[in-house]
């Protein structure tokens, strides 16, 4: 509902992917399974159609490939052109824990676009969003999150709060080092410095954000804060503190979406 809804905020079309991985040893002792796997994945396809094409008016059609998941669907993504994936969290592997290796990981690594990951599924949603939490850290990605805002905001009615978080890491706790009055005033300040440039990237795109600096493990007070300011979107950099080269396993990027309950979407 989730995907359906935004898409209907956006006047958008819908293409459905169902991906079946069938790999040659499995083939050898049951290769009919492939083709009932083939066929089960169209007609639950053609039931989505079916379900939600009429009650929501939007454009859908569906794809049924073979293949891995995570390796198709940014595949399909670059060949459609797509603007958005939108999937859940759970994959193969669980949502509660670090998800190196799942679907949803490998999708956004590989993906050509943004990704927007549900949670849970919400039969009340509306694809528009009230409160918008958007972790900075001055990062290319970081910017690029603030930025993107307008796309999310612009073409939905209503009014949208926008935060702008940055969060200061305990640095003694990971290279053991004394923090004085001094290097805490110095923080502090560069802190403020870093959520006022986000602040001024959000005014030129013309959106009105208000700012929260928070000190601890980044994932952590991400979750923490879109949970008590009650937000219905976290918009992250897809790299986020972590760097451009590495997977994201245990970065912030997947430990937000990992534990926050609200939808994450994760600007490439």
Not at 63 to 89: C, F, K, N, W
Not at 109 to 132: A, F, M, N
Not at 231 to 250: A, F, K, P, Q
Request: charged share 25%; hydrophobic share 35%; with cysteine.
């Amino acid at each position: 509902m989730e995907t359906l809804s935004w898409a209907k905020a956006h006047d958008s079309k819908v293409t459905i992917v169902h991906a079946v991985f069938f790999d040659s040893e499995e083939f050898s002792i049951s290769p009919s399974q492939l083709e009932e796997r083939l066929c089960r994945g169209k007609e639950a396809c053609e039931k989505a159609v079916e379900d939600y094409s009429p009650q929501l008016g939007v454009d859908l059609e569906y794809l049924v490939v073979q293949g891995e998941p995570h390796e198709v669907i940014p595949a399909v993504a670059r060949e459609r052109g797509a603007d958005l994936i939108v999937m859940g969290t759970y994959g193969r592997r669980g949502i509660r824990r670090m998800i190196m290796g799942s679907v949803t990981s490998g999708v956004i690594l590989d993906s050509p676009c943004d990704v927007l990951v549900v949670k849970k599924q919400c039969e009340d949603c509306t694809g528009e969003y009230r409160h918008i939490l958007v972790p900075y850290d001055d990062s290319e990605f970081s910017r690029k999150a603030v930025s993107h805002i307008t796309n999310i905001t612009n073409s939905r009615s209503g009014d949208t709060s926008t935060t702008i978080l940055y969060v200061i890491p305990r640095y003694e706790e990971m290279v053991g080092f004394f923090r004085t009055e001094s290097i805490e005033s110095r923080l502090r300040e560069e802190a403020t410095k870093v959520v006022l440039g986000g602040e001024k990237i959000a005014a030129d795109e013309g959106i009105t954000a208000n700012t929260v600096v928070e000190e601890g493990n980044p994932a952590d007070k991400i979750v923490e804060t879109a949970e008590g300011l009650g937000c219905d979107l976290i918009v992250l950099g897809s790299h986020g503190w972590h760097g451009l080269s590495r997977s994201i396993l245990g970065s912030t990027t997947e430990r937000v979406i990992a534990h926050a309950n609200i939808p994450v979407l994760v600007v490439r």
